[in-house]
């Protein structure tokens, strides 16, 4: 089994910026990537960006391209989701995901993923 613990969230004002952190613990030599997804009200979950366990090769979903940036922070089992120039539209409950699958679809698709954090509100102001 792995564990993510998510940290970071909370509320800021359009355009500005949050980081998220995610640390995985447990049997972390079975993963193939981490990602981050995300859910507004009313809405499906929906990918946002992952990063290959090594740290190679990131991917990203359109609404987020350019302004958000996945990246490892210092220990390899540790992945942060830098979000800057956020909008309202951005506002949802975030959640850490993990995957064993070394390959996935190009749509990201929730089930592809192994593992899940708790999840953590970000809210972005108008």
């Known amino acids: 089994q792995v564990q993510l613990v998510e940290s970071g969230g909370g509320l800021v004002q359009a355009g500005g910026s949050l980081r998220l952190s995610c640390a995985a613990s447990?049997?972390?030599?079975?993963?193939?990537?981490m990602g981050w997804f995300r859910q507004a009200p009313g809405k499906e979950r929906e990918f946002v960006a992952d990063?290959?366990?090594?740290?190679?090769?990131?991917y990203y979903a359109d609404s987020v391209k350019g302004r958000f940036t996945i990246s490892r922070v210092g220990a390899r089992n540790t992945v942060a989701l830098q979000m800057n120039s956020l909008k309202p539209e951005d506002t949802a409950v975030y959640t850490c995901?993990?995957?064993?699958?070394?390959?996935?679809?190009?749509?990201?698709?929730?089930?592809?993923?192994?593992?899940w954090g708790q999840g953590t509100q970000v809210t972005v102001s108008s």
């Open positions: 990063i290959t366990w090594g740290g190679a090769s990131t």
């Open positions: 447990g049997r972390t030599f079975s993963l193939s990537a």
């Open positions: 995901a993990a995957t064993t699958r070394a390959v996935r679809s190009m749509a990201r698709h929730p089930y592809e993923y192994d593992y």
